[in-house]
């Protein structure tokens, strides 16, 4: 197959940034994305050019590192999937394909598909744990946890913390990763007992890292690659309501 | 045993020997901890949950890690389990019958006391982990659910769906962020270890030269970075991309420990490689890694090829496809071959098994290397909503990948390179042979002898990191109370800093004709065609020759793009795999060193009658553990013999 790449191509974080066109030919429907960049890369380092910078690791999508925001779509086109599961028999021969990096100021642009996530670290840092130290627990079995709990707190704790929210929302909105896991948590009896300082500071850090405000698009869940759902967002704001009314931090 | 070599390990009964030393382990006191330094390298299930302890404890940390995130660390990609000897399913597990399947697991190659240990601190895992809210199954009771997985009979692994993983290493990166927070801990993301510094011991003249900190570099800014410590915790990973395509993540390399390994600390069993058989099967040239499939399928899963060679090379040619072979004619090779654990046979076991079937022509796609994992019968069975829930993450992942439906056409296996059971030689402290440098998870050697069982890579990670090296470390710790601060204004600095910057220079200012890949694929061939699922002399006396003139070609040809300031990862790459290209070699020497076969090592000369593995337990009950002699000299061999006082050594059957 043949593709026409448009690839923004940035130095650093503080220059500024253009489109640059890649042409490239004879790729197998098997190849992954990544793998076609892969190969333009090794193009473009033989040729004496600067290979272009992305972030990826796993390739099995599941450690979030990969970030690419393709044909208007972080993660491409398809649903439920990352970048580095995404193959190009999803592609029609001769296709145009615009990549950018993440998108949101909050996200400052490294090199250029790779930019800075370290807010995400500093929101979860801010509550994102059960304050329990090394050989305090008790036996696991001691606390019973119903099925329906357990199952909805992993399906919030399967976020990857990659950013394709914050990248799909117009707003650059954080709300669905934090949310994912303030619910985790506050489904689990092991997290009640901070409960409300974790929502206060964890949502206190969010805003002060520069992420938008919430309202409800919902285009955060649809592009999640874990598919996280919106309710995760419902139930921080019950949390955070609940938490405000009794706040000693006024 | 060699010299050099002291294992270590407290006298006593084996069952008292861990409970005993802990109560009697020098102590740091908590006010003087904070005086104490400790650098850790990977935020892995090992490194997160061992900087996180320390930090907990007192002590001053630095955590490093390569990736963006201390969460994104390769033990996020393990999906199946975790083990431990809970015995919620009263079906008669026990610590010594955990201990037991490890030790057989891996083929009489483990130490006695390093497992035992881990068997009893499996328990305490398991506890920590849903104590800090991790996720796990549970059943519609509210109690943990567990599965079983290769190479015992009891339900021992607890898990969350195929995110096991995932789930385990979140709650390590929870504990971490919480010590982040409080200051005790100091986390540097984007940055890879570049060398270990060592240094007089200047309290205690006996301990001679003593890990002393680190080179690191900021992979955003090119800087190099100078960090001193008392103590060096190398959490490192394991170093299968030495095949270019493995399963581990592109980025999971052998820098940390092959410094280490150069400034002194012996390589331990470094032939022990773990090739998993369920991973899809290679497509073309231009795959950059492989993907596993969990070993869980396997309890559902049927693996077969067709009896009648007419039928694969029809499959392989296209003309017919799985769907075309009546069951009669399905030859279920591990079901006839290993009637008592069938599809659960151990991961060594099942790889060459399938590689047997497909070097006998009866491989089942284009390049004929793959074989069918079947749900057919577990769908007439129970029903395809009941493999749904137990699988469906798995088979969603299989058919992206794959484009085929595994409801309806079996899945495609074969096996790949997955985990290294080699690794730095550490003693019981888990402290390597330099003084204040310890391993611990996949980086060290210890505890699977030549064949890692499924579902325990989990459990040791997390047992050096919460439960055994924040105990060790102390009592080393415990001499440095009066050392103060460690300078970095040192010769010993200037030179590692000095080295690294030179060979950084070399890289940007080569202009050779070829991408660093180039040369990683090429060695990534030769390992493994010859020192992959089967070994013999000549092909590993031939590939040591090959692998010195890829290596010669490497540090001639090799071209790195761009400059030394900026973030170029052609340019990690780079220095990554001028590593792999020496350790390539000190694999092939230590297989053909291992004149026998025992767990994922399989020399051909050394087999039974039905093709089974055949341990040489007069001449090999050892531990191989390699001493640096520079790059192009022999390495020194070490001997720790392996006494074995509590399992009989018999030849592992699983008929």
């Not at chain 2, 003084?435 to 579902?455: I, K, Y």
Request: net charge neutral; charged share 25%.
């Amino acid at each position: 197959m043949n593709f026409t790449l448009k690839i923004w191509r940035q130095k650093g974080a503080k220059d500024s940034g253009q489109f640059v066109t890649y042409p490239i030919k004879d790729i197998s429907s098997d190849s992954s994305f990544l793998e076609m960049i892969d190969i333009l890369n090794n193009q473009l380092v033989e040729k004496g050019e600067e290979p272009i910078a992305f972030d990826h690791d796993c390739r099995e999508g599941i450690c979030g590192m990969c970030s690419m925001y393709i044909n208007g779509h972080p993660h491409g086109p398809e649903n439920l999937i990352t970048t580095c599961q995404l193959h190009m028999r999803s592609f029609k021969d001769g296709d145009s394909i615009t990549i950018e990096p993440w998108r949101s100021s909050a996200f400052p642009v490294i090199k250029d598909l790779v930019v800075d996530r370290s807010a995400f670290d500093r929101i979860i840092q801010a509550g994102g744990y059960v304050s329990v130290n090394t050989g305090n627990a008790q036996d696991a079995n001691n606390i019973p946890i119903p099925k329906t709990d357990a199952d909805k707190a992993f399906d919030a704790a399967t976020c990857i913390g990659c950013g394709a929210c914050v990248a799909a929302c117009k707003n650059a909105s954080a709300m669905l990763f934090t949310s994912a896991k303030v619910s985790q948590l506050a489904l689990l009896p092991q997290g009640q007992v901070e409960a409300k300082a974790r929502v206060e500071n964890m949502v206190a850090q969010m805003d002060k890292e520069g992420f938008g405000a919430c309202t409800n698009t919902g285009a955060c869940s649809a592009e999640c690659p874990k598919g996280i759902s919106i309710e995760n967002i419902a139930r921080m704001n019950r949390e955070f309501i609940k938490a405000k009314l009794s706040s000693e931090n006024v | 045993m060699s010299s050099k070599l002291n294992s270590n390990i407290p006298k006593g009964d084996l069952r008292d020997k861990w409970s005993q030393y802990k109560s009697e382990i020098a102590l740091v006191n908590p006010a003087n901890k904070r005086h104490i330094d400790i650098i850790v390298i990977g935020t892995g299930l090992a490194g997160g949950a061992a900087a996180a302890s320390f930090g907990e404890m007192g002590y001053s940390v630095k955590a490093f890690c390569f990736q963006d995130s201390p969460r994104r660390a390769h033990s996020i990609a393990a999906q199946g389990g975790i083990n431990a000897a809970k015995n919620y399913q009263n079906d008669g597990d026990s610590v010594y019958r955990l201990f037991y399947d490890t030790i057989k697991g891996g083929d009489y190659r483990s130490r006695e006391a390093n497992v035992h240990r881990l068997a009893e601190v499996s328990r305490n895992i398991i506890d920590q982990c849903v104590a800090q809210g991790v996720p796990f199954a549970r059943e519609y009771g509210g109690y943990l659910d567990n599965r079983s997985f290769g190479g015992v009979q009891v339900k021992r692994t607890f898990y969350a769906k195929g995110q096991t993983g995932q789930q385990l290493l979140l709650g390590a990166y929870s504990a971490l962020s919480r010590q982040i927070n409080a200051g005790t801990v100091k986390m540097y993301h984007r940055h890879e270890m570049m060398d270990v510094v060592l240094m007089d011991d200047t309290t205690d003249a006996k301990r001679g030269k003593v890990a002393r900190g680190v080179i690191a570099r900021n992979l955003i800014t090119g800087e190099i970075e100078r960090h001193s410590a008392h103590a060096v915790v190398l959490a490192s990973g394991g170093y299968g991309n030495v095949f270019f395509l493995s399963t581990n993540a592109m980025g999971s390399n052998v820098t940390a420990s092959w410094k280490a390994y150069k400034k002194g600390a012996f390589m331990a069993n470094p032939c022990y490689t773990q090739i998993h058989p369920t991973c899809l099967p290679r497509s073309g040239d231009h795959q950059a890694k492989l993907t596993l499939m969990s070993e869980s399928l396997r309890n559902d899963g049927r693996v077969w090829v067709p009896k009648k060679k007419e039928d694969a090379i029809a499959i392989q040619q296209g003309k017919k496809t799985a769907l075309d072979i009546p069951d009669a004619d399905r030859d279920f090779y591990l079901e006839r071959r290993y009637p008592a654990f069938g599809n659960l046979v151990p991961r060594d076991v099942a790889s060459r098994a399938a590689k047997e079937r497909c070097d006998a022509g009866y491989g089942v796609n284009g390049t004929g290397e793959a074989v069918y994992l079947d749900f057919k019968y577990a769908i007439e069975r129970m029903g395809a909503k009941a493999v749904e829930s137990k699988y469906g993450n798995l088979f969603q992942m299989y058919e992206k990948i794959a484009a085929e439906d595994p409801y309806k056409m079996p899945m495609k296996i074969y096996p790949a390179v997955h985990y290294t059971m080699g690794g730095t030689w550490v003693d019981y402290n888990l402290m390597t042979t330099i003084p204040g440098l310890f391993a611990t998870g996949e980086c060290n050697f210890s505890d699977h002898g030549a064949n890692r069982l499924g579902a325990s890579a989990l459990m040791q990670g997390l047992a050096d990191g919460y439960f055994v090296i924040p105990y060790t470390i102390g009592g080393y710790l415990s001499k440095d109370i009066r050392t103060g601060s460690i300078p970095t204004d040192t010769p010993e600095f200037d030179e590692a800093e000095k080295t690294i910057k030179e060979r950084i220079n070399f890289f940007l200012s080569n202009k050779g004709s070829k991408s660093v890949d180039y040369f990683h694929r090429k060695l990534g061939n030769i390992m493994w065609e010859e020192c992959g699922m089967a070994r013999n002399e000549k092909g590993l006396t031939q590939a040591i020759e090959d692998i010195k003139k890829i290596r010669a070609d490497f540090w001639k040809e090799v071209l790195v793009p761009g400059k030394a300031d900026e973030y170029n990862p052609e340019l990690d790459k780079a220095l990554r795999v001028a590593d792999f290209l020496e350790l390539g070699e000190l694999m092939c020497r230590d297989a053909l060193n291992r004149n026998e076969s025992c767990g994922g090592h399989f020399r051909e000369e050394y087999q039974t009658e039905e093709g089974e593995a055949l341990r040489d337990d007069e001449n090999f009950a050892y531990v191989a553990a390699w001493e640096f002699k520079g790059v192009d000299n022999k390495p020194e061999l070490h001997k720790e013999e392996l006494v074995y006082d509590n399992v009989e050594m018999k030849q592992r059957s699983y008929k």
